[in-house]
């Protein structure tokens, strides 16, 4: 039996594994000239494969189909299958990296592994049309490809640059498969905030609140908006004309905030409220908070209490309107794809076809920062691989 992977990105990798160790032929078609080469730019380089936390809330799409796919490959089925092809991991603070921190060792170890299971990787090569003939498929790439299983793990749109052009979701669609319309996630944010964007360049923790959920981490302020893991983690939520929220105190309530602040302006009556403030905070953020509420050059002995309550409610709640998501090419990952009403999840097989299989970031699942994506790719991957034979 011969099966084709369109994609050799992580999900295709790890699918091509599977499948050739049941003894079925692969082939693996990949139009970029490298194979995986999104794999050497995720988690910084250092490829974080996965995380201990992992659990379905982490994830945007439907809960019980990624329930399914969680059960079938928990963290640790997914460090052993890394252990079995060579690749050791260790975890910081949950997040599960290779032992060696490098990317690049993960995507040799996976390509390795999988041609020394026979797996053909066809890089360089575009599918031009897929058709089915006497419940085999046939894949065009200029020449006619036949096999008996095929498995689309193509990606989605985010950064283009590593090959994911959204080409798996036509080829889908010509299978007559539902796509939810495909978005920008894990993304920055462009902002109208023009005083905001003056302190482009600091990054300071903070918590940010986007329809009714709160994320916390590095906030990075830009001259366009702002970006930092909390941001790319409400990004997906988020429309032109909707308003975030930062707490620039997150481990800390109102009040204890106004306390502080006022024993700042106490201890440094004569000085201006923006130098005082840089007890707290970055001196661009202090004047951003005191040129909003027009203190800045204040000396903090005329600020009055109701004045510094009004600053302790600014730092916890500063509010701003978002412009846009940044688009695909700045995106780690894509919100939509291919509809998960259409997926046996036990299989990732589709419910209109049979022997066709989908894996990774072409579905219509997407996770927060952290690994979440990269274990949906390799456990969707092994799911459909180990389903051909």
Request: glycine share 10%; with cysteine; aromatic share 6%.
């Amino acid at each position: 039996m011969r099966t084709i992977i369109i994609g050799a990105g992580a999900a295709g990798l790890a699918a091509g594994i599977q499948a050739a160790r049941n003894q079925s032929e692969v082939i693996i078609i990949e139009h970029e000239k490298q194979a995986g080469k999104k794999i050497l730019i995720t988690g910084n380089g250092r490829c974080n494969i996965s995380n201990e936390k992992m659990n379905s809330s982490m994830y945007y799409g439907d809960s019980g189909f990624i329930d399914c796919v969680l059960e079938k490959y928990p963290v640790t089925k997914i460090k052993d299958f890394f252990e079995s092809i060579g690749l050791y991991t260790c975890s910081k603070n949950g997040y599960i990296y290779p032992m060696s921190m490098q990317a690049g060792a993960v995507l040799t170890i996976l390509r390795n592994a999988a041609l020394d299971l026979g797996v053909k990787i066809k890089t360089n090569n575009d599918v031009h049309n897929i058709c089915l003939d006497n419940d085999r498929f046939l894949v065009d790439i200029g020449i006619e490809l036949e096999c008996d299983q095929l498995i689309l793990a193509t990606g989605g749109c985010s950064f283009k640059k590593t090959g994911s052009d959204g080409s798996g979701y036509k080829l889908a669609e010509e299978l007559h498969h539902t796509v939810v319309a495909p978005s920008p996630a894990l993304t920055a944010l462009v902002c109208n905030d023009n005083l905001l964007k003056k302190a482009s360049g600091v990054r300071i923790h903070a918590s940010v609140t986007a329809k009714g959920q709160r994320h916390t981490g590095d906030l990075q302020i830009t001259d366009y908006g702002v970006s930092g893991i909390p941001v790319f983690n409400i990004s997906r939520l988020v429309a032109t004309g909707d308003t975030i929220q930062i707490d620039f105190m997150p481990g800390f309530s109102e009040e204890q905030l106004s306390n502080m602040i006022s024993n700042l302006f106490m201890n440094g009556k004569q000085k201006s409220a923006d130098i005082v403030l840089n007890g707290l905070f970055p001196d661009k953020i202090a004047v951003l908070f005191t040129t909003k509420l027009k203190i800045h050059n204040q000396a903090c002995h005329t600020i009055d209490k109701d004045k510094i309550s009004e600053l302790a409610g600014l730092i916890k709640n500063y509010n701003i309107s978002v412009q846009k998501r940044r688009g695909f090419e700045f995106a780690q990952v894509t919100a939509g794809g291919v509809s998960t009403d259409e997926i046996n999840p036990e299989r990732m097989e589709s419910k209109k076809i049979k022997n066709l299989f989908f894996a990774g970031e072409i579905i219509d699942v997407d996770g927060i920062c952290g690994g979440y994506n990269l274990h949906f790719a390799w456990a969707s991957g092994m799911i459909a691989g180990g389903n051909c034979k």
